[in-house]
């Protein structure tokens, strides 16, 4: 049973988990508390053969601002290997989530702004609804986004990035959407909908072959060689087709029923 104080929520439901951020009166922002529970919620997650997707969804206005400056402003006082250990916590949450094997959505329903951002670019999907604004405002509070800084890049580019980190301005979904920084904008009203329908297809595909094509990609991307890549790919196509799942996947459609993955 989750306790509704907690600054983390955590619920599945037919095959789908919500890791919930459950701080609203402080935007959502976390501190090294909210950041080592979203760690956990995330491990619990990918720990657990009944979850197939995975929503980050936030309680309250705001899907998140980032890190939490009432704990930012006690760093001062801390020894600098404290320092370092909560802003690799923040880094950390980032890339626990992007590393996640299965399919994650965010389900942005208000402001994602600086480390908020990264958290959403972190997931495989983002689902922003009409009213949620964005910024990389950090810059402005003479701090660096840095947690948003890998993910920023691979969704935007570098030029893109550096103007979006350096300007430290706040822009509508629509704007959002045309730059590659969210993939789906609705109505209020239909993000609830639109979130649920895409989990559900994301379930339709095979979750071996879903946990590989995350890995696979992110290989892929950090590889200069062209020749290493066909490689990579060779090897891995040859092994996935003699697998339990792809076996699975094959006989299904010969006899035109579901695989057993999908319900």
């Avoid at 690799?88 to 994602?112: F, H």
């Avoid at 951002?117 to 701090?143: H, K, P, Q, W």
């Avoid at 639109?194 to 890995?215: H, S």
Wanted: include cysteine; charged fraction near 20%; charge should be neutral.
């Amino acid at each position: 049973m989750n306790d509704n104080t907690a600054p983390v929520l955590q619920s599945v439901a037919d095959g789908i988990a919500t890791i919930t951020l459950n701080r609203p009166r402080a935007m959502n922002a976390f501190d090294g508390a909210t950041a080592q529970a979203i760690l956990d919620a995330v491990a619990a997650v990918a720990r657990d053969p009944a979850v197939r997707v995975v929503v980050f969804a936030a309680d309250g206005p705001a899907f998140s601002a980032g890190g939490d400056f009432n704990w930012v402003l006690t760093w001062p006082g801390l020894s600098a290997a404290e320092r370092q250990q909560g802003a690799r916590v923040m880094t950390e949450v980032v890339q626990a989530i992007y590393d996640l094997p299965k399919p994650t959505i965010a389900r942005v329903q208000g402001a994602a702004v600086g480390g908020g951002i990264g958290v959403m670019l972190a997931c495989d999907y983002a689902v922003a609804a009409e009213a949620a604004r964005f910024g990389l405002t950090s810059v402005r509070n003479g701090l660096l986004a840095g947690i948003a800084i890998a993910v920023l890049i691979q969704a935007v580019g570098p030029r893109r990035a550096r103007q979006l980190l350096m300007h430290g301005g706040v822009f509508p979904a629509r704007e959002a959407l045309a730059i590659g920084l969210v993939d789906r904008v609705v109505a209020p009203e239909q993000l609830d909908a639109e979130v649920a329908a895409l989990a559900r297809e994301l379930t339709l595909g095979a979750p071996d072959v879903q946990a590989l094509i995350k890995r696979l990609v992110t290989s892929i991307d950090a590889m200069p060689a062209a020749a290493a890549v066909v490689d990579l790919v060779a090897d891995n196509v040859a092994a996935q087709c003699v697998t339990d799942e792809a076996r699975e996947g094959m006989s299904a459609f010969l006899a035109k029923r579901k695989p057993r993955w999908v319900r």
